[in-house]
């Protein structure tokens, strides 16, 4: 088995008294594409942002490729991240905001602008963001998380608010770098999406990662035939053990 | 210093597009321009610019600013999941907010001056004028980006923000009224430059009123205050105190924003 691209251990936080990541632990091999799901404030954005760095974990720790992040920076260079929330500076345009990421990141000689043709954003982005529609901004994050081609890709709710051309170029342009090594986690209330772009499910509930491992263990497990049943039988089963 | 840069360099540019901005320039353009045509004598202008300035500069830089990286918190956190350095974006953020108001101000007041053209001893004045606005946009958007990054409510934090400036605008001018009022027997030239220290609007105040030939109409307590201004020790400790005035609430922020989760 190969060393996995991303390993989180013990992995601890709480917002003030409530505990919002319980002792999770989760491994990420390269290449897959790893499903988090859960009801709300099960703790799958939380988990995201810790491993971005955005949050800081009050135990636990997170490796990059071996390394333990703890507080670096320069490891965020080979992930890109999708964010829920598309909400930029009103007066720049969708093509000042890549520039900058471009400056932040360095001259990078693999620069991946394919979604722009494709999700046909040339005209959107020479508007100010202000005035793009939310699916609009959300294709213009999308463009984002791709363009510099890195390894490991974080996407929050990737396909929310696309309308479903632009959707299906989306998950095409995921399956695409999937089937290139790139390795993907990606949060969704779609499970059929999700069915579609999966190779592992990690199941949260409450701060815990309940389940965790491939899609086809996840339905041999739960016994039912698709992803949307076995998350729906886990959740029963979940809330019997918190209960008990 | 990178980051910080590229930060800065992006977001002044959005920065300088926004509308209340250009508002808030072209209000100085015009009390300016409407105050030379009606007096002529740039230094009672000046004078009249003063009180404008101390009132207004400290309000518009405290709550444009909260109001902005409330604005920008979802950018904030793009950029943090880029490589950057949370110390360095910070100061970009900082500096990308502070300089474009700071650009405003002093070409909003600062035009109409030049095309007007002033004498030699108005030049002088003017500077001090456009400088004590300039500290004063850096105090208080300091005291903004404190605000904004250690409270998470946007309301709370826009009362906070008004509530600093109406503290330090009228209600500690009140407290220091009171305090000479009561004790108007005893010499109180030391204590009230003490106060003085305290509060960054008394302290642009008082310099700046130094600078003109009115301060003689100040009494007692004038010439002990033009005394100490005129030293060189007594400049020093006011730079000093404005300094601090930036550099505290800017430092707290910056630790508070790297422990931050976003």
Known sequence: MTEPLIRITNLAKAFGSLPVLRSVDLAVRPGRVMAIVGPNGAGKTTLIKSLLGLTHPDAGAISFAGVEVNGADAYRARIGYMPQIARYPDNLTGSELLAMLKDLRGATARLDEELIELLELEAALAKPLRVLSGGTRQKVNAVMAFLFSPELLVLDEPTAGLDPLSSRILKDKILAASASGRTFIVTSHIMNELEELADDVAFMLEGRALFVGTLAELKRVTAQPTLERAIATMMRRGWLTEAA | MNTLLKVLKYQAKDATRSRWLLAYAAFFMVVTEILLRFSGDSIKVQLSLVSVVLFLVPLVSIVFGTIYLYNAREFIELLLAQPVNRRQLYGGLYLGLTLPLVLAFVCGLGTPFLLHGSDSSAIGTLAWLLSAGVVLTGVFTAAASLIAIRCEDRLRGLGAAIGVWMLLTVVYDGFVLFVLAAFSSYPLERAALGLMMANPIDLARVSLLLR?????????????????????????????????????????????????DF
Do not use: C
């Not at chain 2, 010439?223 to 005129?230: E, I, M, P, S, T």
């Open chain 2, 212 to 260: 003109f030939d009115g301060a003689a109409m100040m009494g007692y307590t004038g010439a002990v205050f033009l005394d100490f201004f005129g030293r060189g020790y007594g400049m020093a400790l006011t730079a000093a105190a404005l300094a601090l005035w930036i550099s505290l609430p800017l430092l707290f922020g910056m630790r508070a924003f790297e422990r931050k």
